[in-house]
């Protein structure tokens, strides 16, 4: 009877084990705090060589640098409610203003921020803020933009965007789940 207890407990030990490997080497990991972005391949666009000339014509729009340069406002529209964005002015900041104007569905994170995957990565230069601060408008690695609503510390790394101008309210508009956002420059 003493060596079948002692064979139960060897089963019941190495099957243990074996489940709590399995569990650990299946659980997500907690370097990456979004999920990964869906694959959203696009094919390049064309240009027609009539046009390449006015490419850096200054009174074409959308390629006077000097006024993109000096707007370094951004307009987020979510449902009947606007906040305006002061934006930093930095070489992701140009490229993200780039990509507007465009609506998308924003994904709820941690009952504290937003997130969506831009279908192109943008240029990076992050830092770790030690503290999110309400408002504030971040690059997650190199396509993932957050918006935060809530202030709370962190140990991630960001590339600065901008920061909402006045954010109260912007947890009510925001919402607990998935919302549509609309970024435009004003």
Do not use: W
């Not at 084990?17 to 694959?39: M, W």
């Not at 992050?126 to 408008?137: H, V």
């Amino acid at each position: 009877m003493m060596k079948k207890d002692t064979n139960m407990k060897y089963y019941i030990i190495t099957s243990f084990v074996a489940l709590t490997l399995l569990v650990s080497l299946t659980s997500c990991s907690t370097d990456d705090p979004f999920p990964s972005p869906p694959d959203t391949t696009q094919p390049a666009p064309t240009v027609d060589p009539d046009e390449s000339d006015n490419n850096n014509d200054p009174n074409k729009p959308g390629n006077n640098e000097e006024d993109n340069s000096m707007n370094n406002n951004l307009k987020i529209n979510i449902g009947s409610t606007s906040f305006n964005v002061t934006l930093e002015e930095n070489p992701t900041v140009t490229a993200f203003k780039s990509l507007l104007p465009m609506t998308v569905n924003m994904s709820e994170m941690n009952n504290n921020e937003k997130y969506y995957y831009l279908p192109e990565n943008l240029p990076t230069a992050s830092s770790n803020p030690g503290r999110i601060q309400t408002g504030d408008l971040m690059l997650y690695g190199s396509s993932c933009v957050v918006l935060f609503y809530k202030t709370f510390s962190t140990s991630y790394s960001y590339t600065r965007l901008g920061r909402v101008d006045n954010p109260v309210g912007l947890a009510s508009a925001l919402g607990s789940g998935n919302v549509t956002a609309t970024f435009e420059l004003p």
